[in-house]
């Protein structure tokens, strides 16, 4: 059982998305007419329990309930095994990520 349980946990470190968390985003605001408590974070606003790509930068944002905002960037493989190439950043989220291909050691 511990072999599987390292096993888990090294397959997901190789694999991995960043995810960092900004805390505490609240303000008051609207957005197309609707007005009230919601995340505002480097020009984005959404409000909790919806999610906004932000296409220049290739990444997702999404406001929680307590008005974190998780941003969740393209996937990275730690193991240096695969690359992503085309990355694209006038494409939306995940597409402007790329494509993945193994590197050729």
Not at 5 to 31: D, E, F, M
Not at 43 to 67: D, E, S, T
Not at 71 to 84: H, K, L, Y
Request: contains cysteine.
């Amino acid at each position: 059982m511990k072999i599987f349980l390292v096993l888990l946990a090294l397959i997901s470190l190789c694999h991995a998305n960043s995810q960092p968390i900004i805390r505490n985003t609240k303000k008051y605001g609207c957005i197309d007419g609707h007005c009230g408590a919601l995340c505002s974070w480097e020009g984005a606003k959404l409000f909790p329990g919806y999610n906004v790509n932000q296409q220049r930068k290739c990444r997702l944002l999404a406001c929680n309930q307590n008005f974190d905002i998780v941003i969740t960037t393209c996937p990275f493989d730690m193991t240096g095994q695969t690359v992503f190439v085309g990355q694209d950043n006038r494409k939306p989220y995940p597409e402007c990520c790329g494509r993945r291909v193994s590197r050729n050691f």
